[in-house]
């Protein structure tokens, strides 16, 4: 009943996605304003439809319907409620119908705004979502149904949408459930955010594509999207940084990201948009880039919609291996086909998106902000290489030939240092025209207070050239922000007669772009320390202890005290948890129980570290296997992970800064144009 | 005067980009292999990185947590996407390889803790080198369980 009704309002919704589509085009073509409106209205319908259909699937999966194809793999009764409601992006069928959903809730926002400026913007940008839309409806109801069957026919259990002849329905006693794995607080927010953050990149691209099919060219399509392209920018980051936190807690290995193709694929848009968010300023400020920001904006279309088709089957140890299925030759075609027709209609406007100065300074604010895109475009390029690597050696030589972490750490670490030192030097940059002796004047105290910083570090923490180097770097670039906050505030402070922090707050209050850019800068330094700290100071040891053995790493000692094993039917798992007493340099810290749960439906293990954080490091214990009759001995592997925290605590700032940043306030339009022609210092208004 | 120099720092990022891929590469490549590979190629690639796929054998499965030493013996499977999916899909082709005592197998040594997939008709990943003494030392084990999570269709089916 259920089925068959979140399925009808599934071909609905295609339906008038499609009608949309079709109305939208003629309206634009003919200049048919009432049918434009029809289109409008259609488009706005589709989200309200879905989520109907949406509905009947999350009421089939916390009901225990496993006649349903999908809530059987996905689901168990043994799984609480709230997971069976997650489980709606558990698996791909659900993920393709999650991911129109939320393009289509996005699409209803868009065609609510307030036309009457863009009017002519308006079919084109509902051509773009509709397009989008029936892709991915396409999918659902051609190929992925969540709402498939399973049916006896003479004997045989057949998956099916509507009974075939002479078929009784056939329902399973209990589901596969969701692999442990994924029961997880941070797994269950997870795929949402990255999802968030790709279908919000389709607006930027609807609106981009809109300006070229029409020919209106200017700025005014960054400026409606550019709240757009934060919020999506937000989301993606936020989904990364959870993937990462998940891995950290859950998967047991102490690290945080793998290189693992599947996060290549999430990270990969992130590049481009981070490099879009960057290079849109200069053509805000400039009226420069104008046919770079299009690319940008087509590439991390293009690498959504790839993205999407990498991450969606969620198989967590597949490295190499991605499940196969139908649907991905048309994801392939169609990432093909709307790359081919974007870059089509951008060589066709090309002509009109000429910048309207040229670069003067190899030093210019507009010149390190090119330098920033480049770089970023080459992370992009190391990843994307090493994505498809193996592809490419096994056309040539005929030999599979792969590459690992090793890889991209090398090839990308450069690049990571100069994107680093180019936040130390382009905040102080002026716009138009800046000489080495204007930014030496404003950088050298920074730099010289990096430096002793540096040398005291030398002596006192690490000589490994590397970690100092970073060192130097991340130091540059606090010192360099810091400085900046403070010039401004104490300008700003002279010239109101405010306080201090009074001046500081209103100043970043009124401009919140740069100065939440500086956030972000400065919660990027401290991811950076983090992540050298776990990179290059990571130790760890391993050993079998009997009860009362001690083992040590870095200046910690554990004590293994106890174990114990239990199960606990109802949530169908074995739960067999240690407990280690934590020394250091003589001193109890406190105990640690690390943890093994065995889940009998899936026979799998999940291994929960326990994990003592602190700014200084963090002391991550695993319960590896143990003995539970004779000796009752237990085997530990330990990781000493200096400064990680910093990855999280910069992690949380870095997503207070986009917030500060995005925050909506006021119409885009009443900002100011472009910047004046050169300034020696940023003035206030940038 | 300026052009020509906006041209050349991009010829040299560019450069730069090209000499970290191209070097990087060399540095860190693994070459996919199967097990049938291996055993044909033999001496040839002991000590080169490789990586090998295989499906595991459960009955091999040996855990010494003294030293955290795990061994364990994968059967060949095919490296070939398109003619695993011929043969009726991954678990099927895993299935078969395990229970199929004329295809060629080697030993795999591990050294860390065991994994939480790591059962008999898993398919294992590996990167690591083969030893002169043919077993396979592995750094780093990766694990795929199709069966359990991509079964399109209910094991109740035969006791109906």
């Known amino acids: ?686 | 005067m300026q052009r020509s120099k906006f041209f050349l720092g991009g010829a040299l990022i560019l450069a730069a980009v090209v000499y970290l891929i191209f070097s990087s590469t060399q540095a860190s490549a693994e070459y996919f292999m199967t097990v049938n590979e291996v055993k044909a190629e033999g001496a040839a690639v002991v000590g080169k990185s490789l990586r090998l796929s295989g499906a595991v054998l459960g009955d091999t499965i040996q855990y010494d947590s003294q030293t955290l030493t795990l061994t364990f013996d994968v059967a060949h499977v095919s490296g070939d996407n398109a003619e695993i999916e011929a043969q009726g899909g991954l678990a099927e082709v895993l299935y078969q390889a395990v229970n199929d005592p004329s295809l060629q197998r080697v030993s795999v040594q591990y050294v860390g803790a065991k994994p939480d997939l790591l059962r008999g008709e898993a398919q294992a990943i590996m990167t690591g080198k083969l030893g002169e003494d043919g077993v396979f030392y592995a750094d780093e084990l990766l694990l795929k369980c199709p069966t359990k999570y991509e079964e399109a269709v209910p094991e109740q089916v035969s006791a109906q």
């Open chain 1, 1 to 686: 009943m259920f089925a068959e009704f979140g399925y009808g309002i599934l071909v609905v919704s295609f339906i008038v996605a499609f009608y949309s589509l079709i109305a939208a085009v003629y309206g634009a073509l003919r200049k048919s304003a009432a049918m434009v409106e029809s289109s409008r209205r259609g488009m706005f319908l589709v989200f309200p439809l879905l989520s109907l259909s949406a509905a009947a699937l999350v009421y089939l999966l916390i009901t225990n319907h496993f006649e349903v194809a999908f809530v059987y793999e996905v689901t168990s009764r043994s799984m609480p409620t709230y997971l069976k409601v997650t489980a709606w992006w558990g698996g791909q069928a659900g993920s393709l119908l999650f991911w129109a959903w939320l393009l289509a809730a996005f699409t209803s926002a868009v065609t609510l705004r307030k036309w009457e400026r863009d009017i002519e913007f308006l079919p084109w940008v509902i051509v773009v979502n509709a397009v989008t839309i029936i892709f991915f409806l396409g999918m659902v109801v051609f190929y992925e149904n969540p709402f498939t069957r399973f049916w006896l026919v003479a004997g045989n259990v057949e998956p099916h949408m509507f009974a075939p002849l002479a078929a009784t329905l056939f329902t399973p006693q209990d589901g596969n459930g969701l692999n442990p794995l994924l029961r997880h607080p941070g797994m269950v927010i997870h795929p949402p955010m990255l999802y968030l953050g790709f279908v919000s990149y389709v607006i930027p691209y609807a609106f981009a594509m809109a300006a070229l099919i029409t020919g209106r060219t200017d700025d005014r399509w960054i400026r409606l999207t550019r709240r757009w392209s934060l919020w999506a920018w937000l989301f993606l980051s936020f989904g990364l940084v959870l993937g990462g936190r998940w891995a950290y807690d859950v998967l047991g290995w102490g690290g945080y990201w793998g290189w693992d193709p599947v996060e290549i694929a999430a990270f990969m848009p992130w590049l481009t948009g981070t490099a879009f968010l960057h290079s849109v300023m200069i053509q805000e400020k400039r009226g420069l880039f104008k046919h770079w920001n299009m690319i940008l904006v087509i590439l991390t279309y293009a690498l959504v919609v790839f993205g999407t088709f990498l991450t969606r089957s969620g198989v967590l140890s597949s490295v190499h291996a991605f499940a196969n299925s139908p649907i991905g030759p048309f994801f392939m075609g169609y990432t093909a086909l709307t790359l081919f027709v974007s870059i089509a209609l951008l060589i066709w406007r090309w002509p009109l998106l000429h910048g309207e100065t040229e670069m003067k300074s190899m030093l210019s604010r507009e010149a390190l902000f090119l330098l920033n895109n480049l770089l970023f475009m080459s992370v992009l390029i190391v990843s994307f290489w090493g994505v498809i690597f193996p592809l490419v050696s096994e056309l040539f030589t005929g030999q599979k030939v792969t590459v690992g972490p090793p890889f991209y750490e090398r090839a990308t670490a450069p690049l990571f240092a100069g994107l680093m030192l180019l936040m130390g030097i382009a905040p102080l940059s002026a716009w138009g025209h800046s000489t080495i002796k204007t930014l030496g004047r404003a950088m050298w105290k920074s730099a010289l207070a990096a430096a002793i910083l540096t040398v005291v570090l030398f002596f006192t923490y690490t000589q490994n050239y590397i970690a100092l180097i970073g060192f130097f770097l991340i130091a540059l670039v606090l010192f360099v922000t810091f400085q900046e906050f403070g010039r401004a505030a104490r300008a700003r402070q002279r010239a109101q007669g405010e306080n201090f922090f009074t001046a500081l707050a209103r100043l970043m209050g009124r401009n919140r772009r740069r100065y939440g850019g500086y956030i972000i800068h400065i919660s990027m330094m401290l991811m950076a320390i983090g992540i050298l700290g776990i990179e290059i100071f990571q130790k760890e040891t391993q050993g079998s202890l009997a009860q009362g053995e001690q083992m040590e790493l870095a200046g910690y000692t554990i004590e293994y005290r106890e174990l114990a094993s239990w199960p606990d039917e109802g949530k169908g798992v074995n739960f067999t948890r240690a407990v280690v007493d934590v020394y250091e340099d003589g001193i109890y810290l406190g105990e640690l129980t690390p943890r093994i749960d065995y889940y009998f439906d899936s026979q799998q293990n999940m291994t929960i570290p326990g994990n003592r954080s602190t700014l200084k490091d963090d002391l991550y214990v695993l319960l590896v296997d143990w003995q539970p009759v004779s000796s009752m001995g237990a085997t530990f592997k330990v990781f000493v992970n200096p400064l990680v925290n910093w990855l999280w605590i910069g992690s949380l700032l870095f997503l207070a800064g986009i917030i500060f940043t995005a925050w909506p306030d006021h119409d885009p339009a009443e900002e100011p144009l472009r910047a004046p022609q050169s300034t020696n210092q940023p003035s206030a208004a940038d």
